[in-house]
């Protein structure tokens, strides 16, 4: 496994062994990765209740707990090991003070469509959160008017495309992963990981084009 920036070679192996101060000071590393992916996957129906730093600390607590598997079985990268159980976090939280509201059927629909390897760590679909980015940044003000509206449409728009392009889209252009990464999280090979971003931005490009005005009032003109 090959050291990061910020990881030399010394503490990736003190964590392979085990070391608490080490998961300490990788977790530290990554801080800010992975609050960004909590940042992007929380359910809007969370805040109020708890916020990224919540989850991050629930995180680290249950990564001191499970690091004697990562012991065992190190083949993840440190960080794609950190980013699965802090998924599992807020999938956890999520179901604690969500509860039964978790059991709408369009969104078990669209998670059972998502390949295994990653559909159980997204308590807010891919299609949901990628809205939620896409339409907070749009700046005119006719579309800031019609905010609602224009989030439903482009809702719908991603979520016709199909679930593997949306969470490539989603790891590489709004959590910032490597294609590496990528490739590590979703269980496929790096080549297909990069193929599949190129495609999905394109896709992306085409669905928005067809929600009224979108390209008017983004700033990055979609992605």
């Known amino acids: 496994m090959a050291a990061t920036v910020g990881e030399p070679d010394g503490l990736l192996e003190r964590l392979k062994l085990g070391d608490r101060e080490a998961l300490a000071a990788v977790f530290a590393e990554h801080?800010?990765?992975?609050?960004?992916?909590?940042?992007?996957?929380?359910?809007?129906?969370?805040?109020?209740?708890?916020?990224?730093?919540d989850v991050l600390?629930?995180?680290?607590?249950?990564?001191?707990?499970?690091?004697?598997?990562?012991?065992?079985?190190?083949?993840?990268?440190?960080?794609v090991w950190l980013r699965m159980i802090v998924m599992q976090t807020l999938t956890d939280l999520y179901r604690f003070h969500?509860?039964?509201?978790?059991?709408?059927?369009?969104?078990?629909?669209?998670l059972r469509s998502v390949p295994a390897a990653h559909a159980w760590h997204n308590p807010q679909t891919t299609s949901v959160s990628l809205a939620a980015?896409?339409?907070?940044?749009?700046?005119?003000?006719?579309?800031?008017?019609a905010r609602a509206e224009?989030?439903?449409?482009?809702?719908?728009?991603?979520?016709?495309?199909?679930?593997?392009?949306?969470?490539?889209?989603?790891?590489?252009?709004?959590?910032e992963?490597?294609?590496?990464?990528?490739?590590?999280?979703?269980?496929?090979?790096?080549?297909?990981?990069?193929i599949r971003y190129v495609?999905?931005?394109?896709?992306l490009r085409a669905v928005l084009a067809e929600v009224p005005g979108f390209f008017e009032g983004h700033p990055n003109d979609a992605a």
């Not at 999280?185 to 297909?192: D, F, H, N, R």
């Not at 495609?199 to 896709?203: H, P, S, Y």
């Open 31 to 53: 801080h800010g990765r992975l609050w960004r992916a909590v940042s992007f996957r929380m359910d809007r129906r969370l805040l109020g209740r708890i916020d990224a730093d």
């Open 57 to 79: 600390q629930e995180a680290y607590l249950a990564a001191g707990q499970r690091l004697e598997h990562y012991v065992a079985d190190p083949s993840p990268s440190a960080f």
């Open 98 to 110: 969500l509860g039964a509201q978790m059991r709408d059927a369009g969104r078990e629909t669209n």
């Open 133 to 145: 980015l896409l339409v907070g940044q749009l700046t005119s003000p006719s579309q800031a008017a």
């Open 150 to 175: 224009t989030f439903d449409q482009v809702e719908r728009a991603i979520a016709a495309m199909d679930p593997l392009d949306q969470e490539v889209l989603a790891l590489r252009h709004f959590e």
């Open 177 to 194: 992963l490597s294609n590496g990464e990528v490739a590590e999280v979703l269980g496929i090979g790096q080549k297909a990981a990069s």
């Open 199 to 203: 495609r999905a931005l394109k896709r």
